[in-house]
């Protein structure tokens, strides 16, 4: 080993996967210091077979932009997201929520195919002076010096790093390799298929269309395409055929008929993708000499569309915390990655909790969830600011978690309001005492897990 180490190539900062996160990493260490020698080891020598995420709100929008990466991928064809609409049942007026409403917010989210994102990203990063990409790449070990990482082997030889980061998505190789403990569960599944020449119902809005076993969301992706993602139980049988059939008898219905016919197309052709939807979440991000970053640290349910802008979200605080820092001292290094750490919980923490909690109401799996989805319809119809506070909360523009246990507790209350009204549930006696159960067992878990927070130090 020693042997190995002492013939190593080093540079300063080895980054591990070359998606999104990898690039935008390098493009912010990069900015971070002059001189810097960045190199991202990608696993794949091609593109990555995977459907992955491509709505990016407005915060993460704002990342893309500061790092000089937004203009190129307009040019690669990307189209702007106004915010969303949400349709409750087919033939129901959508609500509508736009990003515009935020105070301070970037009016515009960002959506392209996912493939020409990390394409165009690619192409920009090695621009920057200092940043090498090596595809074909695996890493499959890390180097270290005691408890220190100081490197990564790939089947190439070793190379070692003054930092390295672990940008390889959600089953990260090198989250396991640094001993990180992670609590995953399987949710559902998403089967995704291009809407050609699609004109959603409200363009350049992302739609969330309700009523089928799962949400589909359908949003533009160049400016005459749309995509659509469609959440399937993780239970039922994955072959395309049945797949297929399914979406045609159990969401068609719930679709208007400009979506239906170009979904319909696309499932005669048979050209849908299938990925799995996790949620992953992990207690630590960082280890003396190394960090992980966007889903290596973990993921939700892509419905709140939160991967991306979380993970731009990293790049900027990472980036915040090694600029201008000297990376040979590795004191240093490690007092920059704790505060990345710290920071990065505390952001990530609310868009977590919120994930979940969508998701658990747009599926409305149960009387308390399908009393809140009432109550959050009737929240969003009272006025500008009750939209404006749900979307800066979706679109990580805020990230505190009691604004979330605020807004949620709110909502609750109107859900209440309509459940004694007998206008949602069964309005017999025992379907309300139902539903008001629910509803009380679902503020006692949000409160809990904000008490939580308090203890962990991550609530601001
Ligand atoms: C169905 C679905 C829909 C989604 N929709 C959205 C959405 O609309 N909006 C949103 O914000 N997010 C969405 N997401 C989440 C989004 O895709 C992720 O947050 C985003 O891709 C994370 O980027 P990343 O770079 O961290 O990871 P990845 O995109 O997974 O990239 C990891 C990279 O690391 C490489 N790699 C892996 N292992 C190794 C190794 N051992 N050595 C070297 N390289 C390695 C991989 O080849 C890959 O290139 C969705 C996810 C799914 C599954």
């Known amino acids: 080993m020693a042997e190995v180490i002492s013939n190593a190539e080093e540079v300063d900062v080895l980054i591990v996967g070359g998606g999104l996160s990898g690039c935008a990493t390098a493009a912010a260490i990069a900015a971070g210091g002059a001189g810097r020698k960045v190199v991202i080891l990608e696993a794949r020598a091609g593109k990555n077979p995977r459907f992955n995420g491509e709505l990016i709100h407005p915060t993460g929008a704002d990342v893309l932009a500061e790092r000089g990466f937004l203009g190129p991928l307009h040019e690669a064809g990307g189209a702007d997201v106004s915010g969303f609409a949400c349709v409750r049942e087919v033939g129901r007026p959508a609500t509508l929520l736009p990003y515009r409403e935020i105070a301070g917010s970037r009016p515009h989210g960002f959506a392209i195919d ?8 690619r192409r920009e990063v090695l621009r ?16 270290r010096d005691q408890e220190r990482v100081i490197g990564v082997t790939t089947a190439s030889g070793t190379v070692l790093a003054k ?3 672990g940008c390889d998505g959600r089953h990260s190789k090198l989250r396991t390799l640094f001993g990180m403990e992670e609590r995953a569960t399987l949710l559902s599944f998403t089967a995704a298929a291009l809407l050609a020449d699609c004109e959603l119902p409200h363009p350049g809005f992302g739609h969330i269309f ?7 969301l359908a949003y533009p992706i160049n400016n ?17 055929e049945a797949v297929i059939a399914r979406i045609r008898s159990g969401y ?7 979506v239906k016919s170009s979904l319909l197309r696309a499932l005669d052709a048979g050209e849908i993708e299938l990925a799995a939807n996790y949620s992953i979440r992990t207690e630590e991000c960082t280890v003396p000499g190394a960090a992980l970053l966007g889903d290596a640290c973990g993921c939700s349910h ?3 569309a939160t991967g991306m802008t979380v993970a731009l979200t990293d790049t900027r605080l990472l980036g915040e915390a090694l600029a201008g820092i000297d990376l040979r001292s590795r004191e240093q290094v490690d007092r920059a990655l704790e505060q990345y750490q710290t920071r990065r919980y505390r952001y990530v923490r609310a868009r977590e909790v919120l994930a979940d909690a969508l998701y658990e109401v747009f599926r409305g799996v149960d009387d308390g969830a399908r009393a809140i989805r009432e109550g959050i319809f009737r929240y969003w119809g009272s006025s500008a600011g009750s939209r404006a506070r749900s979307m800066a909360l979706l679109s990580g523009h805020e990230s505190r978690l009691p604004a979330f246990l605020r807004e949620y507790l709110t909502v609750v209350g109107m859900s209440t309001s309509s459940v004694l009204r007998g206008e949602v549930n069964e309005p017999s006696l025992g379907g309300r005492m139902r539903s008001l159960y629910g509803l009380g067992k679902k503020s006692l878990e949000k409160r809990s897990v904000v008490a939580r927070g308090v203890r962990e130090g991550t609530i601001r």
């Open 114 to 121: 996912h493939h020409d994102l990390v394409d165009t990203l």
């Open 252 to 258: 068609l219905p719930f679709l208007p008929p400009s």
């Open 302 to 304: 892509p419905l709140t």
């Open 128 to 143: 920057r002076p200092g940043v090498e990409l090596r595809s074909g790449e695996r890493v499959v070990s890390v180097v």
């Open 210 to 216: 309700l009523g089928a076993w799962g949400p589909i």
């Open 163 to 165: 930092l390295v980061i």
């Open 224 to 240: 005459k395409d749309a995509r659509t993602c469609i959440d399937l139980p993780a239970d039922m049988d994955r072959g395309t």
